[in-house]
Nanobody, 120 residues
């Protein structure tokens, strides 16, 4: 069993910053891709950013230059630094990981979601 626990969401004014964290725990052998997705009210969940175990990253166009994804492989943790936040960044943010368990099984694991609200 593998779990992911997120933290760091909240309310911030436009132009401000927030940092999200998400830690994976359980019977983990390795974690390949880790990423952040978001879902705004009335919209589909969308990719925000993702990072490989080697540190290669890619970002959705709306957040390029403002958000930075990083990870600590020793802690099985992924971070999302969000700067210059805009009202349209308001959403529930979910972390995601592609996990190989200690038994050699592959899982896609999601966090519970954390709400980010950006006020004007």
């Amino acid at each position: 069993q593998v779990h992911m626990v997120e933290s760091g969401g909240g309310l911030v004014q436009a132009g401000g910053s927030l940092r999200l964290s998400c830690a994976a725990s359980g019977s983990i052998f390795s974690i390949n891709l880790m990423g952040w997705y978001r879902q705004a009210p009335g919209k589909q969940r969308e990719l925000v950013a993702r990072i490989t175990s080697g540190g290669s990253t890619n970002y959705a166009e709306p957040v390029k230059g403002r958000f930075t994804i990083s990870r600590d492989n020793a802690k099985n943790t992924v971070y999302l630094q969000m700067n210059s936040l805009k009202v349209e960044d308001t959403a529930v943010y979910y972390c995601n990981a592609q996990v190989v368990s200690s038994l050699g099984q592959y899982f896609e694991v999601w966090g519970q979601g954390t709400l980010v609200t950006v006020s004007s």
